[in-house]
Each structure stands twice: as structure tokens, then as C-alpha cells.
């Protein structure tokens, strides 16, 4: 029976230890959260900045809902493009640098959006092997060639390219990547995308907010300007506190995606509550200059606290700290004993991650004190 199948699969998932479960909680984002009942001193989330629960964005959301409501009520292109819509878009481009900015609900969406509008068959797309899983569903639903490169190989890359006969080509790529925390070279990438006529296409789902000037995102990181063939794409369910993504780039090119990109033309609009939040957030996160300069205390801290400790930490400069486990057994065992001491780091598993290289991700936060650094610290020590 067909479901018996299913239940089969399940179980092996439960002896491979890659049975995910959800942990529900009773609190509002934060360091000091309540999950499952229980406090925990928590460094699971991607609130960078510490701006998912801020006072401002409450007081706009708040103001939003009694001025437009709940609901967008249509998708963008029907009747469910707000105002709030129109000035995020504005000003999200103008704070990247761009000529134009569209609004998609999630990182999701917009990844799933942009590819296939850009590329199809006969085209190939030339992606970091370590991208992340909607960037890889984005290939496949375009129908492109996919050709996977070894990650932060330019030299393996330019090859690729080089040998290529796909009509049109796309360079894909994290900006900074989530389970390892590193950059990708962008000044190169895009250097390659030049030379061999491609579009390069950049998810910053980790550096908007965080890294550049003002928290302007990867681009800004690298001194790197925008040009028609490079499409920028921000997250804004991580450093920006609330949820939703941006694509931002040539003006004619954003147009298109506006006309064509399926997961942006046939789905309802965002909440105009979330738009408004996100112009609250936005104005914050140009402000932030001081929360940045914390959270690079931070993994400054955890960094020297970890030094002389099995627990070695990816090279990472990043909000994004992870700790090589191996097994997945192993990795579910540790996370276990820190929760035990009322500290919760997940554990990500395959097929997240490749297989033995399970990992606590250690995600810091501007709202984390060095306190609270040093209390996972310690714990990690009793230990070892």
C-alpha cells in the first residue's frame, strides 16, 4: 500500500536520526525565550539585529493595522498593491543603490520567482554547490541546465563557463552562506559574469542588514555597485525583524520580473501591516551601526572563548557560527546536553548539511549579551 511506503520512510528517518521535529514557543522572538514550556537561553534564530520583537516595529504594525487593516485582499497586480508596498519597494532600492526594488513575500518565493523568469531551456545556470535549497529548486523549476560548481571554486567556475554552449547563462550564488557562515566572492563572480556575458544573481539572505556600509548587505561588503546584469536579492525575515524578500536591480529588469516572475504575479500580496513594519525596520537598520558593531564583539567573543576547545568553529566572520559535529547521533546528543543546561543551539542534520558534517549552528544576535555568550561558552567547556 502506498502508504505503507510512507510509514517505512518515516521510520528510516527516525533510525538515520533525521526525523525533524517542531518546537513551538510561548514568547516573542528574543535571546530569552519560552519553547515548549521551558526556558531557554536561545540561539536558534536569525535575528541579527534583535529587531523581530523592537518596540518601533510593533508600534508600526499596530498603526498599520488600524489605518489598512489585516489582509491584502489580491495579488499585487490585481488590486493587493498598497500603499506601505509602494514606499518599501522605494526605499529599499534606494537603500541598496538600485534603480528598482519588488516585494515578494518570502526569500522563497522570490528565489523561485527570479531563475526560471530569467532562464529556461537551452539556458544553464552555474551554482555554488553549497547554495541554499531554494536556490536549487529554483534551477530545477526553471529547467535550465543545472551545472554545479565546487564551492568558492572560481577556477573550477570559469571553466565551466568557459566550455558552456547554453544560450544564455546564470551565475547563482549565496552571499553569505547559512550553514557555514562564509562569503561568497562576489567582485570575482561578477568580474566572470562580464567576461562571459551571464547574469549573476545574488541571494543575500545573511548580509542585508548586517554586513556594508549602514547594513546595506554583501554588495555594499564588497564596495560593489549595481550593473543590468546583477540581480541583488535581501531577505527580510532575518536582520530586518519581519518577513518577506526584495529583488533589487536594473529598472527594465525588475519590470520584467513584475510581468513574468509566476511566484510574484499569481499569489496574493503580503500583509500591508508587514510593508509598514519593514519601513519602521529599515530606518533602524541604517541607524544600526551600534547594534553591528555588538554583534561583531560577539563572535569576537565566542571565537576567543572556543580557541583552545574541541569545539572548533567554521572560518566564519559572520552572525553565523558553526560547530562541526559529525554524526548526526553526536550532534543531537550535544544539542541534548546544552538544553539540559537551559541553552538551545539546533542541530542541523542532512540533507541540510552533507552527510557527517551534522553541526550545532550557533546564530548570534545584537539583542545577546556577552554574558550570555560566555554562559554558552561555558557550558560547551563542561563538555567536552
Not at 527516525?14 to 536561545?42: P, W
Not at 528598482?100 to 555554488?128: I, K
Not at 546536553?337 to 558534517?357: D, N
Request: hydrophobic letters at 45%; aromatic letters at 6%; proline letters at 4%.
Amino acid at each position: 500500500m502506498i502508504w505503507e511506503e510512507l510509514n517505512h520512510q518515516l521510520a528510516s528517518l527516525a533510525d538515520e536520526k533525521l526525523l525533524r521535529q517542531r518546537r513551538t514557543l510561548d514568547s516573542a522572538c528574543g535571546t530569552e525565550i519560552t519553547v515548549d514550556g521551558q526556558q531557554r537561553l536561545s540561539f536558534a534564530s536569525n535575528d541579527y539585529l534583535g529587531l523581530a520583537a523592537e518596540p518601533a516595529l510593533v508600534e508600526a504594525a499596530c498603526s498599520a493595522a488600524r489605518r489598512w487593516g489585516v489582509g491584502a485582499g489580491a495579488s499585487h497586480l490585481v488590486g493587493g498593491h498598497f500603499t506601505p508596498h509602494e514606499q518599501l519597494e522605494q526605499q529599499l532600492a534606494q537603500f541598496v543603490g538600485s534603480e528598482r526594488a519588488l516585494y515578494f513575500g518570502t526569500g522563497y518565493l522570490a528565489n523561485l520567482g527570479v531563475v526560471p523568469t530569467l532562464v529556461g531551456r537551452g539556458d544553464a545556470v552555474f551554482a555554488d554547490r553549497l547554495n541554499h535549497a531554494s536556490l536549487i529548486d529554483a534551477v530545477q523549476l526553471s529547467r535550465a541546465e543545472h551545472v554545479r560548481y565546487a564551492h568558492n571554486d572560481l577556477a573550477m567556475l570559469e571553466r565551466q563557463l568557459n566550455a558552456s554552449t547554453a544560450k544564455r547563462k546564470l551565475i547563482l550564488t549565496d552571499a553569505v552562506f547559512s550553514m557555514d557562515g562564509d562569503l561568497a566572492p562576489l567582485p570575482q563572480l561578477l568580474a566572470l559574469a562580464e567576461q562571459f556575458d551571464a547574469w549573476l544573481v545574488v541571494d543575500d539572505a545573511h548580509g542585508f542588514g548586517v554586513l556594508g556600509e549602514h547594513g546595506r548587505g554583501s554588495l555594499s561588503h564588497f564596495g560593489l555597485g549595481f550593473s543590468p546584469r546583477l540581480l541583488y536579492i535581501g531577505t527580510l525575515g532575518k536582520a530586518a525583524g519581519s518577513s518577506g524578500a526584495f529583488v533589487a536591480g536594473n529598472a527594465n529588469v525588475i519590470e520584467w520580473l513584475l510581468q513574468r516572475a509566476r511566484t510574484y504575479v499569481f499569489t496574493t500580496a503580503s500583509s500591508p501591516i508587514i510593508a509598514a513594519s519593514l519601513i519602521a525596520s529599515l530606518q533602524l537598520i541604517e541607524q544600526g551601526d551600534h547594534r553591528r558593531t555588538h554583534l561583531r564583539a560577539l563572535v569576537s567573543r565566542l571565537q576567543q572563548g572556543l580557541a583552545d576547545t574541541r569545539w572548533q568553529l567554521l572560518p566564519s566572520p559572520t552572525a553565523i557560527q558553526p560547530i562541526i559535529i559529525g554524526s548526526n547521533e553526536d550532534a543531537l546528543r550535544v544539542a541534548a546536553q546544552l538544553e539540559q543546561r537551559g541553552i538551545w543551539v539546533p542541530a542541523i542534520r542532512p540533507p541540510t548539511v552533507p552527510k557527517g558534517s551534522a553541526r550545532l549552528r550557533v546564530s548570534l544576535s545584537a539583542a545577546h549579551s556577552i554574558e550570555q555568550i560566555d554562559q554558552l561558552v561555558d557550558s560547551l567547556v563542561e563538555l567536552q
